[in-house]
């Protein structure tokens, strides 16, 4: 079986394909880094990361010469399992309106809107370690229960329009999303790969996943 994790110059991808490259040793999933549509076609399960701004990661995207259509094909119409990864779960919504209105893939109807917790003691980004709340079951959430810990950095979030499709949040002076997930697609706003003992097991239950 063969994971691709899309390359398409959103930041440094370094951490993640090691991550991603141990638990597949493990698993005896072969793992490869690629940007090219011809990897994603033949690719088993697609992982998206995204670092840095909505527009900035949606343009990107859009201009590596059918990349993106290559994704799009092999999610929704083959059904390949997908992860996306911060930015990457991000650009699944309908609209992001992060600077400005941005439309995304439209996989998982929402928007991406700023963080605005209540509390001056709340900042923005919202860096750090946060307990998950885990509010629908998964696949990719076997041995992960409410009160695991994730890493997060981000300044906006994901609000879904259906709450079946959020799988779990973290209060940080309101719930931000932090999975999501529809279909044979999930998403997390946290980063799995420094995220320790719940990333590990998250991406060692995605690699698993026979949807």
């Not at 840095?52 to 010469?65: H, K, V």
């Not at 994704?71 to 996306?84: D, K, M």
């Not at 893939?105 to 750090?128: Q, S």
């Amino acid at each position: 079986m063969l994971t691709v994790l899309v390359d398409y110059d959103s930041g440094n991808l370094h951490s993640a394909q090691k991550a991603f490259q141990k638990m597949g040793a493990e698993s005896g999933e072969t793992v490869i880094v690629s940007g090219r549509p011809e990897d994603v076609a033949r690719a088993d399960r697609i992982v998206l990361p995204g670092d840095g701004a909505f527009p900035a990661c949606r343009r990107a995207l859009g201009a590596q010469g059918g990349l993106f259509d290559a994704i799009e094909e092999a999610v929704t119409t083959r059904a390949r399992p997908f992860l996306g990864i911060c930015v990457g779960m991000q650009m699944m919504t309908t609209w992001g309106r992060e600077y400005e209105d941005v439309r995304g893939f439209d996989w998982i109807g929402g928007e991406v809107t700023r963080i605005a917790p209540e509390g001056a003691d709340l900042k923005v980004p919202h860096m750090g370690w946060n307990d998950l709340v885990i509010d629908n079951p998964h696949p990719v959430l076997e041995g992960i229960a409410t009160g695991d810990h994730a890493y997060f950095v981000h300044s906006y979030h994901f609000r879904v329009d259906d709450p079946a499709q959020r799988l779990a949040h973290v209060n940080y002076g309101d719930e931000i999303t932090a999975i999501i997930g529809k279909g044979t697609m999930v998403g997390t706003q946290f980063h799995p790969e420094k995220s320790q003992e719940t990333g590990m097991r998250l991406i060692r239950n995605f690699l698993a996943w026979r949807p």
